[in-house]
């Protein structure tokens, strides 16, 4: 019944998987593999508190199941519980410490909860085991300037475009970084970038606007999430 579920999940026929997986948990509701499967399936199906209570049973059968902490916490966090993501997430890195993923998403988790340098010390974690991953140098580099340190929030934004050099989000928020220390030339040079690459892309026009006026005078900083 487990192979018969998966061989549905490869089709993306998840309703029927999750039939096959409940099949097998009625024969072994021991089984934590078939839970974590399910828990997989339920989720590709936007049912995130099933799936939760799939992982649950996983790990409870299997606590050092770390793949079903990793996506324990995915489903937490898809229905906002960031705390009890944290959790989930922090029981996968000390299973599993290498696992970018998990780290990333603790960090990410930390970041809902504005637990800013938290964040920073998993996005570090994660970038020591792939630092060729543009998202989290720009998650890092939001974290930072959320805790005004504007010019190690530069240096994640150049690492992020230099990993993915069109990515239009990193240069616009290097754009409002440079801005908050008063490097407005670099700042529209930053903004010309973000627009290059993303031509529609109103925020960083508007930004753009705003250090050209703030080249003769000083006004406020752009907000960032």
């Known amino acids: 019944m487990v192979q018969s579920g998966q061989a549905h999940q490869s089709l993306k026929q998840y309703e029927q998987a999750v039939q096959s997986y409940q099949k097998a948990l ?11 499967n399910l828990g997989n399936a339920f989720l590709e199906l936007n049912k995130n508190q099933e799936a939760f209570e799939s992982y649950e049973k996983a790990v409870r059968f299997q606590p050092n199941f770390y793949q079903a902490w990793y996506s ?14 944290v959790s989930a997430y922090e029981k996968a890195v000390k299973l ?6 998990a780290w990333y998403n603790l960090g990410w988790s930390y970041h809902e909860l504005r637990r800013y340098e938290q964040a920073i010390e998993c996005y570090n974690k994660a970038l020591d085991q792939n630092p060729k991953k543009e998202q989290a140098w720009y998650n890092r580099g939001n974290a930072q300037y959320n805790l005004k340190r504007y010019e190690e929030a530069i240096g994640s934004y150049n690492e ?22 008063k490097r407005y030339q670099d700042a529209i040079a930053s903004y010309d970038k973000a627009i ?26 752009p907000k960032q999430q």
Do not use: C, F, T
């Open 26 to 36: 009625e024969i072994k509701s021991d089984n934590s593999e078939a839970w974590n």
């Open 96 to 101: 599993k410490p290498d696992y970018y993923q």
């Open 160 to 181: 992020a475009v230099y990993v993915k050099p069109d990515y239009s989000e990193a240069w616009h928020s290097r754009g409002n970084a440079l801005v908050a220390v």
């Open 72 to 85: 324990k916490g995915i489903a937490l966090l898809k229905m906002r519980r960031h705390e009890e993501a």
């Open 196 to 221: 290059r690459y993303k031509p529609d892309y109103g925020a960083a026009m508007e930004a753009k606007k705003r250090a050209e006026s703030q080249l003769g005078n000083n006004s406020e900083q």
